[in-house]
């Protein structure tokens, strides 16, 4: 194994943009092959699975590339079989979703939170690997990564939403609840990996502790799954009709006074 890439904060940013142009091309190889891809992010609360999806969507296609992000169910999926309301939301060729939280809600914050019985959980974790062995069967190419984090760390994150209003949307009563059955998550953690990381779905495993290196690892590791081509469209050049008539339209409703003016 190779010794870690050693980054500043420059360093990070530079091989972020380098990242994000390898994905806009990764995402025209997508669509030119009809694939059709998966991408599952979990983890505890605060681990970073948002940051990592908004920096792959930063520059990307949103009709190639989306997220799917389910809220909780409703009283109707609560009645249907477990898996239905994310087969809904799985991708069609030419296209890669995004998984914010998954069918894995119920290896985890589920069972921890009493929101579904032990039978329940327990079915879960025997019918997972059949349903992504089908998923792959027919297929669709599933990757899954499990961001780490440890327990100080968390603390820090959950404080800094709570500190700042313009995080504090993020927080919930459950993840405020989660932070107190922090042993209960981890043996629900231990079990899910335990029947779930499979030769043919295996689970990633990111460290999730330093948010700039956690991305730049999971957004490599995502391209290193295709070998893809450069599928770039060619530069286009940019036409301008012969005379453009700038004069203003008599129709047009007046411009809004401004109230920031940009300083040269």
Excluded at 153 to 168: F, H, N, T
Aim: glycine content about 4%.
């Amino acid at each position: 194994m190779s010794e870690p890439q050693r980054l500043d904060a420059a360093g990070c940013r530079r091989e972020l943009r380098r990242l994000q142009a390898e994905l806009v091309k990764l995402q025209y190889w997508i669509q030119s092959q009809s694939l059709r891809v998966v991408v599952v992010f979990e983890g505890r609360d605060a681990a970073g699975k948002g940051g990592v999806i908004r920096r792959i969507m930063r520059h990307t296609n949103p009709r190639i590339v989306r997220v799917a992000a389910l809220p909780k169910p409703t009283e109707r999926e609560r009645g249907q079989w477990y898996f239905q309301r994310y087969v809904a939301h799985l991708p069609r060729a030419g296209e890669m979703v995004l998984f914010d939280r998954s069918w894995y809600n119920r290896a985890g914050v589920e069972p921890v939170m009493g929101l579904c019985s032990e039978a329940e959980a327990q079915e879960f974790l025997v019918s997972c690997p059949q349903f992504e062995n089908m998923l792959i069967r027919s297929g669709i190419r599933l990757i899954k990564y499990w961001f780490r984090l440890s327990y100080a760390e968390q603390g820090r994150r959950l404080q800094a939403r709570v500190d700042d209003p313009l995080k504090r949307w993020k927080l919930s009563p459950i993840d405020m609840e989660a932070r107190l059955r922090w042993t209960d998550y981890s043996q629900a953690q231990e079990r899910m990996f335990r029947y779930c990381h499979t030769s043919e779905a295996p689970w990633h495993v990111i460290d999730g502790d330093r948010k700039e290196t956690a991305r730049l690892n999971c957004m490599r590791h995502l391209l290193a799954q295709f070998e893809y081509k450069d599928m770039l469209p060619p530069q286009a050049v940019l036409q301008e009709p012969p005379s453009p008539d700038e004069a203003p339209i008599d129709a047009m409703p007046p411009v809004l006074p401004p109230e920031y003016v940009f300083k040269d």
